[in-house]
């Protein structure tokens, strides 16, 4: 007996003529933070600067600062002061990582949406721990790279839920 596949050649089209340049766009701290933190002449106080224009990702930077795996003698109450601590690139991984938690979001598909960035920080939690144990310095590349594995999975979702779902 033979199988006839269903053509999916309609989806396809219908999806990318409704993509445009930017499918999904980072908050613009996000950005700033993205572009300070590549520039090594980039300080503390220029880099919080940036970073106090959100208050939720600079109340969970000062968080992670004070967290048991940072934990110090003394407790951090400053957005430069956790910055220092943190390092750049887990700044900027937060940055992004916070950014991102938004675009999942407040569509129809809101249970999906969770399921999607339940399973999407999953695996960049399990790769970060992966690369730790490796001894690798690409620890928070890793931790993005799980988090956006299946980022084209959010994009069909709210471009097309009806289609996705």
Request: hydrophobic share 45%; aromatic share 6%.
């Amino acid at each position: 007996m033979l199988i006839q596949k269903k053509t999916t050649q309609p989806f396809l089209e219908t999806v990318i003529a409704s993509l445009d340049e930017q499918p999904l766009a980072l908050g613009t701290v996000a950005v700033a933070v993205i572009k300070l933190t590549a520039d090594s002449n980039t300080d503390n106080k220029e880099l919080a600067h940036a970073v106090s224009a959100d208050a939720g990702l600079s109340g969970a930077i000062i968080m992670k600062a004070n967290s048991a795996f940072y934990g110090g003698a003394s407790r951090v109450t400053s957005l430069p002061w956790a910055i220092a601590k943190l390092g750049c690139l887990a700044t900027r991984s937060l940055a992004i990582t916070h950014s991102i938690r938004a675009m999942f979001r407040g569509g129809d598909q809101e249970g999906l949406e969770q399921y999607l960035w339940r399973h999407s920080l999953g695996v960049g939690i399990g790769a970060r721990i992966i690369m730790q144990h490796a001894g690798s310095a690409l620890v928070e590349e890793a931790f993005l790279s799980g988090l956006l594995h299946d980022i084209a999975k959010l994009v069909l979702l709210q471009r097309h839920p009806a289609i996705y779902k």
